[in-house]
């Protein structure tokens, strides 16, 4: 199963990834908030499409950035397509790194079930 994770800067994205790579899931982090290509996160064809968000008070306690709400209003713009068509979107402010990866590890085992589910009619 592939799993493609996007966020604003900060939001966690890497971390997770290598979590889940660390569990032996293809996962790709992809740099959707600084592009301008509206579906790059496509180009990895997900089975699972995480997003991943944050304030930036957030960000800022995480990593030292020079911008403001105007540079995090234009990221959440270019990630507005991942977004709506994100299999789990995660606000990861009042998360830790292992929360973040539990709700993304849940999700893979719910689709998974449903994948080897036999279809009901």
């Not at 971390?15 to 740099?31: D, K, P, W």
Request: charged share 25%.
């Amino acid at each position: 199963m592939r799993v493609v994770v996007v966020g604003v800067c900060a939001s966690g994205k890497t971390t997770l990834v290598n979590r889940l790579r660390s569990l032996g899931i293809e996962a790709y982090n992809v740099a959707q908030e600084h592009s301008g290509i509206k579906k790059l996160w496509q180009k990895k064809h997900p089975d699972i499409l995480v997003m991943l968000d944050a304030t930036l008070d957030t960000i800022r306690r995480r990593r030292s950035v020079p911008w403001g709400e105007e540079r995090l209003a234009v990221q959440r713009e270019r990630l507005r397509d991942a977004r709506a068509n994100a299999d789990l979107f995660i606000p990861t402010d009042n998360l830790t790194k292992e929360e973040v990866a539990q709700l993304v590890l849940s999700h893979i085992r719910r689709q998974q079930q449903c994948q080897q589910s036999p279809s009901q009619t």
